[in-house]
């Protein structure tokens, strides 16, 4: 079983293929500097405004939909498609 994140999607995979393959497969990290905690910061206080907030009154093109927590992991089910390969 694999742990994938949305960020690992958006920004290692961009940076790095073989740091996000090792990352994913053997659990082998890509050297990384600490995060300062003011961004963390900032992200939680962003996220917490939003929470009650109706996804239409946030932008014209967005659905009708309310926003009842901030960012956490999605567990997932195992799809397995017998014709597909895979190479990780």
């Keep these: 079983m694999y742990k994938l994140s949305p ?3 958006a920004y290692l995979y961009e940076e790095c293929k073989l ?3 090792l990352k994913v497969k ?3 990290y890509q050297p990384s500097m600490p995060m300062p905690g003011v961004f963390s ?4 206080r962003i996220q917490g405004d939003l929470i009650g907030k109706n996804l239409s009154s946030l932008g014209k093109d967005l659905p009708e939909g309310e926003i009842i927590n901030q960012e956490g992991w ?3 089910k195992i799809k397995v498609y ?3 390969k895979t190479t990780i």
């Design 74 to 76: 999605v567990d997932s």
């Design 19 to 21: 740091c996000y393959c």
């Design 41 to 44: 910061a900032i992200n939680t």
């Design 82 to 84: 017998p014709f597909v």
């Design 26 to 28: 053997y659990g082998i």
């Design 7 to 9: 960020s690992d999607f």
